[in-house]
């Protein structure tokens, strides 16, 4: 649970090799694996070292993650959005988020697409993300249905 005073610390890394990797990775294998049943086979796949993963901490605990895959030169893919159970319900999910879609304008995206879990669609309209028109899908080895969606990110000196 966040209480006043602790330390918020948000890392991100290409390299598989290490802490902030490896942390990320359990909190994926705890929510998807373990809580959403979804095969660990199909969770870590051969695109890992392609992606950006970040992981935010919470007084040096990992708390949440999610990754960036790029899709093109301009738009990355926010994937693997996870917060472990006990730090849910403290707005962490929106604080990664735009983590996420900061990281990705550093990296000079102009566009972050998602798959949205049926029951976080709302959470993602909160975010101004709309849906891209696909369909909505259901992916392999699953049973939760996911809908494409799509937000334009404006450039780092916009925001300054």
Do not use: W
Not at 1 to 22: C, P, S, V
Not at 79 to 91: D, N, S, Y
């Amino acid at each position: 649970m966040k209480k006043k005073g602790d330390e918020l610390m948000i890392l991100h890394t290409k390299n598989l090799h290490t802490k902030i990797f490896r942390d990320g990775a359990n909190i994926r294998k705890k929510v998807f694996v373990e809580e959403q049943q979804r095969p660990l086979r199909v969770e870590f796949t051969y695109d890992e070292a392609k992606c950006i993963h970040l992981v935010y901490y919470i007084d040096q605990r990992p708390a949440g993650t999610l990754r960036l895959y790029p899709l093109s030169a301009h738009i990355a893919k926010i994937q693997r959005v996870a917060i472990l159970p006990e730090f849910r319900g403290q707005k962490l999910g929106s604080k990664i988020i735009a983590a996420g879609e900061n990281l990705a304008r550093e990296y000079g995206y102009l566009a972050v697409v998602l798959d949205a879990q049926e029951h976080a669609i709302p959470f993602y309209d909160k975010l101004n993300y709309v849906p891209t028109g696909e369909e909505t899908f259901i992916l392999p080895k699953t049973t939760i249905l996911h809908l494409p969606m799509i937000k334009q990110l404006e450039p780092l000196e916009q925001l300054a």
